[in-house]
């Protein structure tokens, strides 16, 4: 429960200052949340009214890349990359963060070898360095690794933003499983 607390004091906070700028201040805001390092959620921010008036201006690439941050992970910035302002070293570890919550959200089980393609690391000792001090220690996931199997078994991951029309997806999953929870025990 901490860490959910801790995020929705940040979200509050940079949304009431993301109210007040405009223009190239809202840029320099931009940056300073993507890569605040206890900072994983992204969409209160996005939906501010100051920061989409950037849409349509010089500054619109960076809209463009909290977008990223909310839904997107490190391969889909190196697919970008030329659409988008170049990462700072902050920037670059928190996507590379919420990569690995990306991948958590659909297995449970994370290879290495995947995890080592998807995040840019050339060695197991790099990345199990990065899933301790950056992931496990930061409270974003909780898990074991297991050298010998070359995985991270995941049990507990934090949650990204909803993309757009996922809402909708996971309404309709609980719906079915309502209804076929009434066929089995229709005194529901």
């Known amino acids: 429960m901490e860490i959910e607390q801790k ?18 201040s809202l840029v320099s805001l931009i940056v300073q ?18 920061v989409l008036q950037l849409q349509g201006t010089e500054h ?62 050339s060695n197991v000792r790099e990345l199990e360095d990065f899933l301790i001090n950056e992931c496990m220690y930061m409270g974003i996931i909780k898990g074991k690794l297991d050298h010998l199997k070359r995985s991270v078994e995941v049990q507990f991951a934090a949650g990204r933003d909803l993309k757009p029309g996922q809402l909708g997806n996971i309404i309709e999953t609980l719906t079915d499983w309502f209804v076929s929870y009434l066929v089995i025990d229709p005194m529901c």
Not at 33 to 50: D, G, K, Q, R, Y
Not at 92 to 98: E, G, H, S, V
């Open 60 to 121: 619109a690439v960076y809209i463009d890349m909290l977008r990223l941050f909310a839904h997107g992970t490190w391969s889909d910035y190196k697919s970008n990359a030329s659409l988008l302002p170049p990462l700072v070293p902050d920037q670059i570890n928190k996507l590379k963060q919420l990569t690995v919550l990306s991948l958590a959200e659909t297995n449970k089980v994370l290879s290495y070898d995947q995890l080592l393609e998807q995040l840019d690391l």
């Open 7 to 24: 995020q929705a004091q940040l979200i509050d906070h940079f949304v009431k200052q993301a109210s007040t700028l405009q223009g190239s």
């Open 33 to 50: 949340l993507t890569s605040h390092n206890s900072l994983f959620a992204f969409s209160e921010i996005l939906a501010v009214p100051n």
